[in-house]
């Protein structure tokens, strides 16, 4: 192609053997070509000492382009037209052209890069024209080869701009995200930050954490912690998730990091991105979702609430008439006094039939306060055993534990290990408590156990585990909705797992239930572990 062979502005000497014979011509171009030199560099000099081997007055290069040839190179004058070689190549294929014109075709194989002229003084000797085509043969692959290896640098610098186009485009991806990302290595090491990260909290540049350890970057959190969560993820493969609160920003804020396991070879797990997400107007919403829900739930439970209330007060009344009416069938219109008031032998039952009932629509009313009206609570660092110990010694005097021993079963490492509200917590506990005695009924086992969880998110796991009748697999997935309850009328309102389900969710935990008919049941309940300060 025409520029693949470029004319050189440097020019070497006329050779000095223009009365050396073919043999020495040929060995001098040969040992130049297979120099290091760049071959444009070359050619200068090469046609120059053909055209002094052969007494001839011009001699040029012509490459092969689409147009057809194209002059490149070429030493002496320049006298010699485009015409003229391609008519000579095509009257004279044996190289020798009348009008003291001597061509010879390039071939690479079956194709044609170009050819070779020189303007020569009668028609050449035999050596000369031996020398004037070995030479072209000699020419042919050379320049085969600088046109190939020209290809393959366009074809690398363009792929080299492709790559770096697509880093580009890639890095502006990752830059545009809302959220923080960085990258490390199983030395801990930053590989990648984004522009999120840069302009966070913290805001530490990008050419500031490449390179360094993620413990000298993120110092706010102990490199203890840090640590484990990142082996976890190398180790396990498995994406991890947690929550935390921050208020660094002078409010509370909510966040989720997100560990995901990458893998360069498909093996093993050599980095692990992580991903932080303000979560806090997410959760705001989601709060805002839950009330509406809550609110609307109300308003479907209604008739339910009516109906609740108005059984006992229909007892109520009941009894009231009826004890108005003996006295009536007792006395007629005389009001008795002092010891003259009748003296009935149900009378008692009928009052303490009166506050039971009265104390029942309390107890709903209470409930159905509770579970509709969110109460701000104080969140402190919390110990579960604590909340337990507490739970039990309450109990003590509860009429259903005074013939119930409760087993604990309490892990005496778990510290301070939660951020919650202790009397939302005592709460719930005492709700599951008085459930599983309800269910074993004097006749079985309760016992409640702590532990710690594998995982952050995980943090503390408790459980009420009772040997009673057992719950099916029907009511199991109605536990928790309000007014739902599996005890006989008059022994429950259905509220209570609704608060305690709403309570454990507030506190960033899960409640569980594993159950089988006639073999009892375990409610399980979730903490995430406290956030390190």
């Not at 007055?57 to 070429?74: D, M, N």
């Not at 001597?102 to 009668?122: D, F, I, P, Y």
């Not at 739930?297 to 108005?324: D, K, Q, Y």
């Not at 507490?390 to 490492?413: G, I, M, S």
Request: proline share 5%; aromatic share 4%.
């Amino acid at each position: 192609m025409p520029g693949t062979v470029e004319q050189s502005e440097r020019r070497e000497p006329p050779s000095s053997l223009t009365t050396s014979g073919p043999l020495e011509v040929i060995a001098e171009v040969a040992t130049r070509l297979a120099s290091s030199e760049r071959l444009g560099a070359l050619m200068p000099g090469i046609l120059e000492t053909v055209r002094a081997a052969l007494g001839a007055s011009e001699c040029s290069l012509w490459l092969a382009s689409p147009s057809g040839l194209a002059r490149v190179a070429h030493a002496g004058s320049a006298e010699t037209a485009v015409a003229q070689v391609v008519g000579a190549l095509e009257q004279c294929p044996s190289g020798r052209c009348a009008d003291g014109l001597a061509v010879a075709q390039l071939a690479a194989g079956t194709r044609r890069v170009g050819a070779l002229s020189a303007r020569v003084v009668g028609a050449p000797a035999r050596e000369q024209s031996v020398l004037f085509s070995t030479v072209a043969d000699l020419l042919a692959p050379a320049i085969a080869a600088a046109e190939h290896s020209r290809q393959l640098e366009v074809e690398v610098e363009t792929r080299t701009r492709q790559i770096e186009a697509q880093r580009r485009f890639i890095e502006k991806i990752v830059d545009s995200l809302p959220h923080g990302l960085y990258v490390i290595d199983r030395e801990y090491r930053i590989q990648a930050w984004n522009h999120k990260r840069e302009t966070g909290m913290q805001g530490v540049s990008r050419e500031e954490a490449l390179g360094r350890t993620v413990f000298e970057i993120l110092h706010r959190q102990p490199a203890g912690v840090l640590r484990q969560e990142f082996d976890e993820v190398f180790e396990s493969g498995r994406i991890q998730q947690f929550h935390m609160e921050s208020t660094a920003t002078g409010e509370v804020r909510t966040y989720r990091l997100t560990k995901i396991p990458m893998r360069l070879d498909d093996r093993e797990v050599t980095h692990v991105i992580t991903i932080g997400e303000d979560m806090t107007e997410w959760k705001e919403a989601q709060e805002r979702i839950a009330q509406a829900e809550k609110l609307a739930a109300i308003g479907t439970l209604a008739a339910g609430i009516m109906h609740e209330i108005n059984n006992p007060l229909a007892t109520i009344a009941a009894c009231a008439e009826s004890m108005a009416l003996r006295l009536d069938d007792a006395h007629g219109d005389e009001e008795p006094a002092g010891e003259a008031a009748p003296n009935f032998p149900d009378f008692m039952e009928y009052l303490r039939l009166i506050d039971g009932e009265v104390h029942r629509c309390k107890r709903i009313i209470d409930g159905l306060l509770e579970f509709s009206r969110p109460k701000p609570v104080t969140k402190q660092s919390v110990n579960v055993n604590e909340v337990v110990e507490r739970t039990l010694f309450l109990l003590e005097h509860h009429p259903r534990f005074k013939r119930l021993a409760v087993q604990p079963q309490l892990d005496p490492e778990l510290g301070a290990s939660v951020r919650g509200n202790a009397e939302q917590l005592v709460q719930v506990f005492m709700a599951l408590l008085i459930n599983a005695a309800d269910a074993v009924n004097d006749r079985g086992t309760v016992s409640v156990r702590t532990r710690r969880g594998r995982t952050r998110a995980e943090g503390v796991i408790a459980e009420v585990v009772d040997s009673g009748h057992g719950i099916s697999r029907a009511d199991q997935s109605k536990l928790f909705e309000p007014f739902f309850t599996t005890k006989p009328p008059g022994r429950g309102t259905g509220l209570g797992l609704s608060i305690c389900y709403g309570i454990v969710s507030e506190h960033g935990g899960r409640i569980e239930v594993d159950s089988v008919p006639g073999l009892g049941s375990t409610f399980r309940i979730v903490l995430p572990a406290e956030e390190p300060s």
